[in-house]
């Protein structure tokens, strides 16, 4: 959704608001950072007087000792300068690296936080911009900008009532560039805020190509899309170029005017000052610290130039931050909610409906059935007929539009959530390994499993003669994605890493489609003595009948509706799809293997 300029302001300048409200946990490493800026502006401002003091007490009254003295000081207040610089800008980076790390942790846990409906909406590299570059924006602003534009003020007010002391006339010809220059730099950032805010969002659109280029980059090749590829990319490319050129572009139609308003004022006041020395109305030690002068109070006004651009990028990246941090977590614990223990296996779905967030039609209508204990229930049905909706339901990755989801008789929206989810095992449709060893991925949940409760599950997941004859066994790595392993291989760790966690209800969402007929069948066979002893309910999907002949009921699926359930002799007999399915799978099996017909 676009917003409205203002309303977008607003939001980024309440963003920015809260970046400084989080230094508050800082706030003894920000105030150390505050004291050396004023300190630092302090041996600033004294320099000049010692140039002064050396000058007209020392050389121009030929006194080597004043001039000893002065330049005894000036090395004194340039190691001053040296130390509370590093003061300031070594404790304001600390300052900034701990509010980049608070966020960093508070938007990733968001991100565990979020539900389904979240994800399947966003686009994952504009999550992974805002987890790097808009924190890395931000992070700049509190330990560079932040710092150069209070610097900046101090410095500018404090040098103006210097000037003021020491020649108001001089003081007041220099001080009429500033409101200038600040009226230029008003105009520049004000001008540009929207180009700041583009340049951060091209960034994002090109790391979103690139991102899923990486993603697909098999199928890429596969379909010799490599140019195509690259021409999206470079378009993007170019187009990242030309938004930074902008913002370029708008730097030189600025900053080339303040430069020559600052040589201006230099010119003015070495003639007008001078003539004052002439005229003997002004030491020339005085004209020279006056010209030191000039360098630090027209300086500020640049420092907060160049800080204004990276200013309105932090802002808008903190409004981007804030953004995910804010979204809104829909499914949730409720108030009371109570730990979901023990199961006695009867699941409910009570006319439950449901259409997926931003759909305009209900993928499940009026599903209604009720398992018994200890039920092995397989689920069929077309593709797209609901099948894996329904298992989403019971973990509440997503809740229903209507009706309800019970076990035992409890609505599954009063138990914690994480109680709830720790007692189902499901293996989904698509697998998702990580980088690691084979162990490590079937321990994913159970970190602390020995290694023979990991030979246990991968033995029931027909895995481990594989597993064993790997060079490094358990022990092997496997990429990212689980690179390296087959399609079926992959979909066996991961049903062993499910039958290794604590699950009461398991959900096995067509989980062996990659796998042989002749090896799911033996993962049947030992996931059948296993169910009933560890399992309340078991629900099998898939797409063939074999595997699902032998459950105790099957639920037939067919555009969203439960159209039939009963055992395999019962369907056959009552059902015309079934049949139909049936018949279509035997033609299949004909064709392929003509010996067995
Ligand atoms: N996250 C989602 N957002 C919006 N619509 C979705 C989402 N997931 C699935 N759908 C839609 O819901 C319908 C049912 O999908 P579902 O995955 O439950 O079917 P299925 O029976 O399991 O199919 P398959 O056998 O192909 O896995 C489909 O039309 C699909 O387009």
Redo the contacts with the bound molecule.
Sequence with gaps: MVQQPELQENSSIRSTQRVLRSLSTYRWTSLGALVSLLLLTLANALTPQLFRWGIDEGITQKNLQIVLHSAAWLVLAAIARGVFNFGQSYLAEAASQGVAYDLRNKIFSKIQNLS??YH?QAQTSQLLTRVTSDIEQIRTFVGTSLIQVVGSIVTLVSISVVLLVMNWQLALITLTAVPLEGWLMARFITGNNNLFRQVQEQLSDLNAVLQENLLGIRVVKAFVRESTERSRYTSMNDGLVRANMKTINAIHNTFPFLFLLSNLVTLAVFAYGGAQVIGGRFSIGELVAFNSYLALILQPILLIGFAAPAIAQAAASAERVYEVVDAEVEIRDRPGAVPFTTCGGRITFENVSFR????TSE??KQVSFETKPNELIA?L????????????LIPRF?DVTKGAVRIDGRDVKSFTLKSLRSRIGIVF?ETTLFSGTIRENIAYAKPDATLEEVIEVAKTAQMHDFITELPDGYETIVGERGVGLSGGQKQRIAIARTLLTDYSILIL??STSAVDAKTAAQIQTELDNLMHHKACTTFV?A?RISTVKNADRIFL?DK?RLVAQGTHEELMQNSPLYGVILESQVKQKEKNDPQLA
């Design positions: 389904f409906s399947d997926y967030p931003g759909a993928t499940l689920v049905g077309m593709t797209g007929s609901g099948k894996s909706t329904i298992m989403n997503y449709q969402d067509d999907v797409q699926m969203g």
